[in-house]
């Protein structure tokens, strides 16, 4: 087990579009491993490359957390084809740590994307599962949930998200 540091608001790392991954190999399947262990240890329910500062289109889900017979999985290459609906939910982030607020996002998901051998599934995701992967997504396009806020919404949590850039 590898627990990676996993960067903080204000790193440039979390404001860069990651690339596409076009190597899988056993250190793709190393680094899903560590990512599952780092987000885990940091009691996260996802992480994307950006936030350990991997700029590959990678990110890890536990399901596990919503549903006791699944796993963690990695996500390789995401993207979302369509999406339904429009839903509020609280949303944090490792990389924003003591900072929640409330964003809408589609309810439901359709995704692709490829497992840690390459190969390309597409699945229908609602809810919790729905919400983390447009958040993990998010990251890898360098948005963080903070961008979904208010002016107004922003403008509250100005000295929080300072204080975690300063720290």
């Known amino acids: 087990m590898a627990v990676l540091p996993i960067i903080k608001l204000g790193h440039p790392s979390l404001r860069k579009r990651a690339l596409e991954v076009t190597r899988?190999?056993?250190e793709l399947v190393r680094l899903a491993r560590n990512m599952i262990d780092?987000?885990?240890?940091?009691e996260g329910i996802g992480l994307a490359g950006n936030q350990v500062n991997v700029l590959q289109?990678?990110?890890v889900i536990d399901f596990q957390l919503v549903d006791e017979t699944q796993e963690a999985r990695a996500f390789v290459n995401p993207r979302i084809l369509r999406g339904e609906g429009s839903v509020k939910m609280e949303e944090g982030c490792l990389s924003i740590p003591g900072v929640r607020a409330d964003v809408v996002r589609p309810e439901t998901v359709e995704v692709e994307y490829q497992d840690l051998?390459?190969?390309?599934?597409?699945e229908v995701l609602t809810e919790l599962p729905a919400r983390v992967f447009q958040h993990e997504l998010d990251h890898l396009d360098g948005i963080l949930f903070i961008d979904h806020l208010s002016p107004v919404q922003r403008k509250l949590l100005e000295p929080q998200l300072k204080s975690i850039q300063e720290a």
């Open 24 to 26: 899988f190999d056993d």
């Open 38 to 42: 780092t987000m885990r240890v940091n």
């Open 57 to 59: 289109r990678i990110f």
């Open 117 to 122: 051998e390459g190969r390309t599934h597409r």
